[in-house]
């Protein structure tokens, strides 16, 4: 049985900085396409950034502050965060696709998901 496992997440000030990971195992493939979403109280989960072979996606909101990187010889992904606002509190969870990401940064796009790590960012 495949899993997803995400682990970095915390409570941080305005202006800081947290790592997330996301380790894949157990699947029969590796995934073409990796996410990171995340999702506030009483909002729609939303997409932060994804990768594949062709590149990078970012949501307008983390552009310039967050790095999506993969790590294929561990089949883990990363989220680097910097200058992290209070915004971007939510839960975080890593998804994975069998297929190229394409444009469209969107949870549909995905069918697997880990359980999500907690991002706290206090003013």
């Known amino acids: 049985q495949g899993q997803l496992v995400e682990s970095g997440g915390g409570s941080v000030q305005a202006g800081g900085s947290l790592r997330l990971s996301c380790a894949a195992s157990?699947?029969?493939?590796?995934?073409?396409?990796m996410g990171w979403f995340r999702q506030a109280p009483g909002k729609e989960r939303e997409g932060a950034a994804q990768?594949?072979?062709?590149?990078?996606t970012y949501a307008d909101s983390v552009k310039g502050r967050f790095t999506i990187t993969q790590d294929n010889a561990e089949d883990t992904v990363y989220l680097e965060m910097n200058s992290l606002k209070p915004e971007d509190t939510g839960i975080y969870y890593c998804a994975g696709s069998h297929s190229y990401c394409g444009s469209l940064l969107a949870p549909r796009v995905y069918k697997y998901w880990g359980q999500g790590t907690q991002v706290t960012v206090s003013s």
């Open positions: 157990g699947y029969a493939y590796r995934f073409g396409c």
């Open positions: 990768i594949d072979t062709h590149g990078t």
